[in-house]
């Protein structure tokens, strides 16, 4: 028995050299926000992407847990960028993903030092961008902001429409707005979910991972459903939700100018609602992919982010209609 043990044990110990190898621990625990990028870090990583091409990855993070790029001390222009895993996660190096690629287009029309911190993390909802701002950033000031956004978002601020993903990693651990409230779901798993120890060992937190994506194709194979397929009711309250969030990030930065980009594109309801909600909060609302070129090139390998082309050409556009927005082209 003892020696049973002692091999499990082993290959446990195995298992998560490999993982933290594969997939380093980049997040940490955040009673009020779920979880952050941990600060300072500076990792290499081999990455796939879907045509399963190997291409390395230099993710880095400075003192505040966000990504960035350029030199803070000497910059002319400050610019804040929120975001999610297409921001955020390690699919592309600091310099190739989209927001350096429009940083390095906004200097040149400009003639400008550019500096741009990134904040949030992957799998963050609108509120939890809201509540890192409200925590880190009171003293940033930025010329501009970038808010990037996915579909996902509508889902993620809605406690009745996340519950129904089954994805307990995610909205065991979230913070959610009811009649402008913050409040965490309350369940006994919540406790396991949001320890350290969850999100430190990377065997649990993958093994967890394939458990939780497995129940969640068997229960909606067997429903013959998707997690789009919730009652209209709970879709018309994630636009209310997602419409008062937007509202509280605004208002944060009163008179700045925040540009909004959804780097997922489905035109169902309410997803095509998020133009509308940014106008409606004194928002730019950027369509990013009328010239987008689709292809098996510009994907990582999970087949819905992007690689360092993909992230290329959603930089070249955002940089497009941004120096557009400004009329710098008639410098």
């Not at 925590?135 to 406690?159: A, E, L, R």
């Not at 509280?248 to 700045?256: M, P």
Request: with cysteine; proline share 2%; hydrophobic share 40%.
């Amino acid at each position: 028995m003892k020696k049973i043990f002692f091999i499990i044990l082993l290959i446990s110990i195995f298992f998560e050299i490999y993982v933290r190898e594969v997939y380093p621990v980049i997040h940490e625990s955040d009673k009020h926000i779920g979880w952050k990028l941990k600060k300072n870090l500076d990792l290499k990583i081999e990455q796939k992407d879907l045509l399963g091409e190997k291409y390395n990855v230099h993710f880095l993070t400075n003192e505040n847990g966000a990504r960035f790029y350029g030199t803070k001390s000497n910059a002319d222009l400050k610019i804040l960028v929120i975001g999610d895993s297409f921001t955020n996660m390690p699919y592309a190096s600091n310099d190739k993903m989209w927001f350096s690629v429009f940083a390095d287009k906004f200097k040149k029309k400009t003639n400008s030092n550019i500096y741009i911190e990134t904040i949030g993390a992957g799998g963050y909802g609108n509120l939890q961008q809201f509540l890192l701002l409200e925590k880190m950033y009171k003293d940033f000031d930025p010329n501009f902001v970038v808010m990037q956004i996915c579909n996902n978002d509508f889902m993620d601020n809605t406690y009745e429409w996340v519950v129904k993903n089954r994805n307990k990693n995610q909205f065991l651990r979230s913070p959610y707005l009811k009649n402008d409230l913050i409040f965490y779901d309350k369940s006994l798993f919540s406790i396991f979910y949001k320890s350290i120890f969850y999100e430190n060992i990377r065997l649990v937190s993958r093994i967890d991972l394939f458990i939780s994506i497995t129940l969640y194709k068997i229960y909606y194979l067997v429903n013959k459903k998707t997690s789009y397929d919730v009652d209209i009711e709970i879709k018309n309250n994630s636009i209310k939700i997602t419409d008062r969030i937007f509202k509280k990030i605004k208002n944060f930065f009163n008179d700045k100018d925040v540009f909004v980009i959804n780097c997922s594109q489905d035109n169902r309801y309410p997803f095509n609602q998020w133009s509308k909600i940014a106008l409606n909060n004194e928002m730019i609302p950027l369509k990013i992919f009328n010239s987008f070129k689709y292809s098996d090139k510009v994907f990582y390998k999970d087949g819905g982010h992007f690689n360092e082309l993909g992230n290329y050409q959603i930089g070249e556009i955002v940089g497009d209609k941004i120096i557009k927005f400004y009329d710098l082209n008639k410098n």
